[in-house]
């Protein structure tokens, strides 16, 4: 069984300490995003979903603000009080957090419609992970897997992209995250896999921008790398914004396949 490339950078410690930033300054995910995948995979409200590796609660809120059942699977503790403590609007039923890993959820046989995982499933050891959510499936079951990938086309995102992976792990990660989705397009124990890209933006201040480049697991934390990390950035902010704000582009790819029967 092949492990993850970045399994041996200790993907559920290596997030401690950053919850803060990256529920505040993360980016959502796009409403036709999650237009296609709920119609393809048939998730209407009241289906049970369950949102692996869900880090603050991003995706899980935006399923859940569809109506949907979530269960939040999350290893890391402070990435999950997190999600715990931010509320949604009066009426809506919050996702259910539960510690657990990827290759080892604790949930039951064949109980969830679909089993989502957003910016998270390169972390994981791919085959174990998908023999899991293969088994937590009811036949016929959906796989969703999504990446928030910035879009080197635009201008700003290349030079801000360029100085956020500039780091000894930065090339290593983000070659993992924009190629780990290929796995589940020819998995034995799905069918019926599709990839669909969809635009998305995130309009930023010079505050939100830093703390969005904070936030990536691979970003410098000794005092003095900071300081040139958000030296560059700041100067790149200033090269671009326009009207005291920034834009980064996206392009949010969405892996979709159906447990085979």
Not at 84 to 90: C, F, G, I, K
Not at 191 to 201: I, K, P, S
Not at 215 to 234: E, K
Request: with cysteine.
């Amino acid at each position: 069984m092949n492990p993850s490339p970045l399994s041996a950078f200790d993907p559920t410690g290596r997030f401690s300490g950053l919850a803060g930033l990256y529920g505040q300054y993360r980016p959502d995910y796009p409403a036709q995003a999650l237009d296609y995948f709920l119609a393809r995979c048939g998730l209407s409200a009241g289906k049970l979903v369950v949102d692996v590796g869900a880090g603050t609660g991003i995706s899980s809120r935006l399923l859940a603000l569809r109506g949907l059942c979530v269960i939040a699977v999350e290893p890391n503790g402070d990435m999950r009080q997190q999600a715990e403590s931010t509320p949604l609007p009066p009426g809506a039923s919050p996702p259910q957090y539960r510690a657990g890993r990827a290759e080892d959820t604790g949930l039951a046989d064949a109980g969830a419609d679909a089993v989502v995982s957003a910016q998270a499933f390169h972390w994981f050891v791919a085959e174990a992970a998908l023999m899991e959510f293969h088994r937590i499936l009811k036949p016929g079951g959906w796989v969703v897997l999504l990446w928030n990938e910035r879009d080197p086309r635009d201008p700003f995102t290349a030079a801000y992209g360029a100085i956020v992976r500039n780091s000894p792990q930065g090339d290593i990660m983000e070659h993992a995250r924009a190629t780990a989705g290929q796995l589940l397009l020819t998995h034995p124990l799905f069918q019926d896999a599709a990839l669909e890209t969809f635009g998305h933006e995130q309009r930023l201040t010079e505050e939100q921008m830093l703390g969005r480049a904070l936030s990536v697991s691979y970003a410098p934390r000794m005092p003095d790398q900071v300081a040139a990390y958000t030296s560059a950035l700041r100067a790149v902010f200033a090269r671009f914004q326009r009207e005291g704000a920034v834009v980064l582009q996206y392009q949010t790819f969405v892996y979709t396949a159906r447990k085979a029967s």
